[in-house]
């Protein structure tokens, strides 16, 4: 590899402009989740940022992109100027984009770090970072080339499980429990009327809002619409989420999963699709139906889905990995919150008062390294880290 260079992608005109070769990255990534694609980040800004500053590190080499960090700016402890991984509890798009077959190459690590020291931000506040895939473990160690300085915090674990495309292999993994369980459960429902998987990966334009609004009024008849924490019932989240699942279905990246009992939709999962991996972004159910377990009944039938379909290598759980997610038996990935302080003082002074504060990396492993991902247990508890500030 020749010196590469690093391009400023410094607006979302400017990243829309570029989508095609941001995207081209995204697909030569590890990273698997489309709201990592030019458009979905540009939206994302749009709804939840758009008086933030946004800005990528793109690195290039030999005319193709290599390697792209975007960042948006944000304020921590009122007091000091970060920038931030994209995200929220609505939309996650915390990740790096680098080319999967160039992660042992330091140039590129070296030009992010380089580059990054001299943003006009203090920090670098990086939350909901999958820290032990392969970009990160690059990223790190490109940070302690550089002496920039850095710490890392466990903010929780990812469930992953694996498609084997073996129904039988993977139920015999679940505990006998488990199994009985799931099996009362669904003799339970199947007594109020016949029970299906209704799936649909593929869309005319027009079908895309009237199947997303019967999907979140599931949501929205149970515990979150009461709380006005629902979808339907947050002014605006509406509209973001049309618009994401119009784009991801013009990509054939959307999935909308219904277990029905009879003509009753009782559960639903918005899902992404891409590489490989589904990604189950957003699960709910009628609480009418609580006591039949239709959470629990959606994934089973999702399960049995993807084992029988060659597209599918993974099934995602996106987020905290909870209890009723670790009778599956997923392997886990850590997540983790990473803080960089390039060479200005505010930021060093801030990151040593955060050490005090919270103490050091606190990551499985010698001298702030992880472990692999699927080196951590079986149905791991999730671990949490409040979002804490300085």
């Known amino acids: ?35 990592l694609r030019a458009e979905l980040i540009a939206r994302w800004m749009e709804h ?10 793109v690195v290039e080499d030999q005319g193709q992109w290599v390697a792209a960090l975007p960042l948006v700016g944000r304020r921590v402890a009122s007091l000091l100027s970060a920038g931030a ?30 580059t990054a020291s001299r943003l006009p931000w203090q920090l670098l506040w990086l939350d909901s970072v999958p820290i032990d895939a392969p970009q990160w473990r690059a990223m ?13 915090r466990l903010q929780g674990h990812t469930g992953r499980l694996h498609i084997e495309h073996d129904w039988n292999a993977c139920q015999r993994r679940w505990s006998g429990n488990h199994r009985r369980k799931i099996a009362r459960l669904l003799v339970r429902l199947q007594s109020r009327g016949d029970v299906m998987l209704q799936w649909r990966d593929r869309f005319a334009p027009q079908e895309v809002e009237p199947l997303l609004r019967q999907a979140l009024e ?18 605006g989240m509406f509209d973001f989420f049309l618009r994401q699942a119009r784009q991801l279905a013009q990509w054939e990246q959307l999935v909308l999963a219904t277990l029905r009992c009879g003509d009753t939709p009782v559960a639903f999962c918005y899902a992404m699709a891409a590489k490989g991996v589904l990604h189950s972004w957003k699960v709910g159910y009628d609480s009418q139906y609580a006591d039949y377990g239709p959470g629990q009944l959606l994934r089973y039938s999702l399960i049995e889905r993807l084992q029988g379909d060659s597209e599918f290598c993974a099934l995602d759980f ?17 997540v983790a919150r990473l803080i960089c302080a390039p060479r200005r003082w505010p930021g060093r002074l801030a ?13 499985p492993g010698s001298s702030g390294s992880v472990s692999s991902a699927t080196g951590y247990p079986l149905g791991a508890a999730s671990v949490s880290v409040p979002d804490g500030t300085l």
């Not at 939840?48 to 590190?57: G, K, S």
């Not at 515990?223 to 019932?233: D, E, I, M």
């Not at 990151?351 to 990551?363: C, E, I, P, S, T």
């Open 140 to 152: 790190r160690a490109a940070l302690e080339r550089s002496g920039v300085a850095s710490i890392a």
């Open 85 to 114: 991984t994209l995200g929220n509890s609505w939309s996650e798009a915390a990740d790096l984009l680098w080319d999967a077959s160039l992660t042992a190459d330091n140039a590129i690590g070296d030009a992010l770090v380089e």
């Open 318 to 334: 996106v987020g905290p990995l909870s209890e009723a997610q670790s009778h599956w038996r997923p392997e886990t990935y850590p």
């Open 218 to 235: 599931i949501e929205n008849a149970g515990w979150k619409g009461a709380a006005g924490t629902s979808v339907l019932r947050t002014p």
């Open 48 to 57: 939840f940022a758009p008086q933030a500053r946004f800005h990528a590190l």
């Open 1 to 35: 590899m020749t010196s590469p260079r690093v391009i400023h992608v410094a607006s979302v005109a400017e990243l829309r402009a570029m989508a095609a070769v941001w995207d081209d990255l995204w697909w030569r990534s590890n990273a698997a989740l489309p709201t």
């Open 351 to 363: 990151l040593q008062a955060y050490r005090r504060l919270r103490g050091n990396d606190v990551l």
